[in-house]
């Protein structure tokens, strides 16, 4: 099924080519280095306790974006010493991730000299691993204060360390950033994050499989519409339940209007860290009017709970389609003549062009994905890549750039609301269908599904286990900030310290997405 690929895959149910396959530790790691060596992407990687009374193992798991599809491999561990091969030697990304599964399941690679916790800070009781079964409720055990953490220390003449956050100002999630400098001059910057962990997936496990998608359009407020549509990819996977065409295209309509949201909030934003406040005024006044039509269209703002398992909660009606599709000409009008004033800035553009560039060879190195990787030559989209419905009749343009500067990646986002704003108009001239949502039946037996959604910042993962007893039994949702926090580190190495806001806005990052 997957070239390269020797397996015996189970196909998974669903609009995109997806399978899953049970390897050996040899296997893991021969697929690994054969992949990295054909250009796949990792996508994920995520442990899961499957012990029960008639067995099973914990188990360490790992997606790949291959041209045919995805391919979803589990490695079953040893219960003694619950070790696999480590990924990160061919995908950097997978460190963090490692790292996380560690924290979450007690499962380790082997061969990493970088062990340090990222999701426990030091409060949580020794042994303790929240998602294995047999975890206790911990929290009368919980430390007050959270323990040192051991950030890469850079000497020399005339370096000292300025330390930022984890506390920000406004209301932005926690995260540390630990600069090494001379002068303003960046050497290196070290994250550290993790310090709101919810216990999201564990919560999944105590939820029914058709309430759960409010919980995962919860993960990360910017991405709620690619959260849930992946949730319920994910369900509507694993139930073999084919969703109605006129659904695909309400999702695909609220997924753009979601995309467009984010691009003009972030274009604003740049323009306002770049010291012209007219452009933070003048996005900021656009976006309000978006969210406010997407509230009255469907019933919320950012979207919520607006895409449910099967379909769609509600399908809006021919006045508010045409309304959403005039917004496009006046949001489109609009735009192009801020495009031209942040085109014709002199200020602006000193500000943005080669700061915090990510060259194209660097991004390919280390797995950057999504918008800020097609800012920096990595030309993949899922929705021009894995055509799935509706997006296989809708001939999606992608936007990419070379430079891989913040320039790029605002000219990214400009050429992404004109395209997604056609797509809208698209989509909202298509003939209304018969129904918009099906009945999802739970299957007798236990099942696996998984779904991919191209959310504004990149691939939205989700991998979906379901037990005999239609229980959840493991949810795993992956938000594409963990490929794209690492590469962040390098992307300010060389400028000076006041570009960082806008370096960082420039990627703009899911903190929430990382802290499950």
Not at 45 to 74: K, M, P
Not at 258 to 269: I, P, S, T, Y
Not at 424 to 445: D, F, K, M, N, W
Request: proline content about 5%; some cysteine; hydrophobic content about 45%.
């Amino acid at each position: 099924m997957f070239s390269g690929l020797d397996f015996d895959f189970e196909p998974l149910g669903a609009p995109l080519p997806m399978a899953r396959a049970t390897v050996n530790a040899a296997q893991w790691r021969a697929a690994a280095a054969a992949l990295a060596a054909s250009g796949a992407r990792l996508v994920s990687l995520w442990g899961s306790d499957r012990r029960d009374a008639d067995g099973g193992a914990l188990v360490v798991s790992a997606a790949y974006a291959l041209r045919e599809g995805l391919a979803w491999l589990d490695l079953p561990l040893g219960e003694a010493a619950p070790r696999y091969p480590d990924l990160a030697r061919h995908f950097p990304a997978a460190l963090r991730m490692q790292r996380a599964a560690a924290d979450l399941l007690g499962i380790e690679s082997e061969g990493v000299e970088d062990r340090r916790p990222w999701l426990n800070h030091g409060a949580w009781p020794a042994g303790f691993f929240p998602l294995r079964r047999d975890a206790h409720d911990a929290s009368s055990a919980l430390r007050g204060e959270a323990g040192d953490y051991a950030f890469v220390r850079v000497e020399g003449d005339g370096v000292h360390e300025l330390p930022v956050g984890p506390v920000h100002a406004g209301i932005i999630e926690p995260g540390h950033f630990r600069f090494s400098i001379v002068g303003e001059k960046v050497l290196r910057l070290e994250q550290r994050l993790g310090y709101t962990h919810k216990g999201v997936e564990r919560r999944f496990t105590e939820l029914t499989p058709l309430e759960a998608y409010r919980l995962a359009g919860r993960i990360s407020g910017d991405s709620t519409l690619a959260f849930a549509w992946a949730y319920c990819m994910a369900l509507e996977s694993a139930t073999r339940c084919t969703v109605p065409p006129r659904a695909n295209e309400l999702r695909a309509l609220m997924l753009e209007r979601e995309r467009v949201a984010n691009h003009l909030g972030d274009l604003g934003a740049l323009g306002n860290d770049a010291a012209l406040a007219f452009g933070g005024a003048q996005f900021s006044r656009l976006r309000e009017d978006w969210l406010r039509m997407s509230n009255e269209a469907f019933g919320h703002r950012l979207l919520m709970d607006c895409v449910a398992p099967g379909g769609v909660a509600s399908d809006p009606g021919a006045h508010a389609l045409e309304r959403m599709r005039l917004q496009c000409d006046a949001i489109e009008s609009e735009v192009r003549a801020l495009l031209a004033i942040y085109e014709e800035h002199a200020g602006l553009q000193d500000r943005f062009m080669t700061t915090g560039r990510v060259r194209p060879e660097l991004a390919a190195e280390l797995g950057l994905t999504g918008l800020a990787g097609r800012a920096s030559g990595q030309a993949a989209d899922l929705r021009c890549d894995s055509h799935w419905p509706p997006y296989d009749t809708l001939a999606v343009r992608m936007a990419t750039r070379s430079e891989g500067d913040v320039a790029a990646r605002v000219a990214i986002r400009f050429d992404e609301v004109f395209e997604s704003l056609r797509l809208i108009r698209t989509l909202c001239a298509l003939p209304a269908g018969a129904s918009s949502r099906v009945e999802v039946a739970l299957p007798p037996e236990a099942a696996f599904g998984a779904g991919r959604v191209e959310g504004w910042r990149g691939e939205v993962f989700v991998a979906l286990e379901l037990g005999a007893d239609a229980s959840i039994r493991r949810c795993h949702c992956h938000d594409p900030s963990w490929q794209n926090w690492p590469v962040l580190e390098h992307a300010v190495i060389g400028n000076i310290v006041p570009d960082f806001p806008l370096i960082n806005k420039s990627f703009n990052l899911s903190y929430s997405g990382q802290d499950l």
